[in-house]
Nanobody, 130 residues
Framework: QVQLVESGGGWVQAGGSLRLSCAAS????????RAWLRQAPGKEREFVAA???????????AITDSKKGRFTIPRDDAKNTVYLQMNSLKPEDTAVYYC????????????????????WGQGTQVTVSS
C-alpha cells in the first residue's frame, strides 16, 4: 500500500516562496503519475501540477495555466519524493495542498480531477498573507 506524506507548508508573505515535499513509501512509485492538488475554503479541490513518466523513460510535467512561471514540480526518484516549488506566492494561493498518486493507464498520462487519483497525502496548509 502506497503512503504519501506531505511537508513544507506554512505561512509566507505575498511574493515569497515555499517548497512542498511529498514522500512516498510502501511501493515503487517512479512509474506512478504524481500530482499536487489544492483546496481553498469553500471551494472544490483543484489541480495544480503533475509529473508522469513518458514512453522514453523521462518525465513530463504539467502545470495549470494560471501557475505557469511560478510553480514547478521537480522530483527525486532516489528519495521517492515529488516537490512543489512555489514562487511569487499570492494570497489566492492560500489552501490545503495535497499530493496524490495513481498508476497511469498510459505513458505521460496524468489526472486533472480528484477521483482520478488513488493515493493521497494528509494535506499541508499554505497561508499567504498580503
Amino acid at each position: 500500500q502506497v503512503q504519501l506524506v506531505e511537508s513544507g507548508g506554512g505561512w509566507v508573505q505575498a511574493g515569497g516562496s515555499l517548497r512542498l515535499s511529498c514522500a512516498a513509501s510502501g511501493g515503487t512509485v517512479r512509474d506512478y503519475a504524481r500530482a499536487w492538488l489544492r483546496q481553498a475554503p469553500g471551494k472544490e479541490r483543484e489541480f495544480v501540477a503533475a509529473t508522469s513518466r513518458n514512453s522514453g523513460g523521462t518525465y513530463d510535467t504539467a502545470i495549470t495555466d494560471s501557475k505557469k512561471g511560478r510553480f514547478t514540480i521537480p522530483r527525486d526518484d532516489a528519495k521517492n519524493t515529488v516537490y512543489l516549488q512555489m514562487n511569487s506566492l499570492k494570497p489566492e494561493d492560500t489552501a490545503v495542498y495535497y499530493c496524490a498518486a495513481v498508476i497511469p493507464p498510459l505513458s505521460s498520462w496524468y489526472g486533472k480531477v480528484s477521483y482520478e487519483y488513488h493515493y493521497w497525502g494528509q494535506g499541508t496548509q499554505v497561508t499567504v498573507s498580503s
